[in-house]
């Protein structure tokens, strides 16, 4: 991992952490599978263990994640993304 990118993991989880304090997030992260080439970052950085990695790709078990976003932050290929909670 390079420095910018470490950089930017230690303020999205700083950024994560303001939101379990002061609120719940509206959002929850989803893989968007035709991006996900499988790296495994994702799942070495989730502070919660919430991204198995299944037949190649990644998969967030939505009932562990906390929305930390640190998995948005370290994923080069644009395979993680935000989404509105219903
Ligand atoms: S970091 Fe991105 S490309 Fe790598 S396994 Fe996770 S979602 Fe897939
Ligand atoms: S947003 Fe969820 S899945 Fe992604 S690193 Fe944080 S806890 Fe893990």
Redesign the pocket.
Known sequence: MTRRKLLGAVLTLMA?CAVSVFGKARFK?KIIAHRCVGCRD?HR????G??VIHRGKAN?DQT?????????SVCSYGA?ERCEKL
Do not use: K, Y
């Open positions: 994560g992260m994702c950085i989730c502070p919660v919430a991204i967030i562990a994640c906390t929305s930390c976003m640190l998995c948005e993680v």
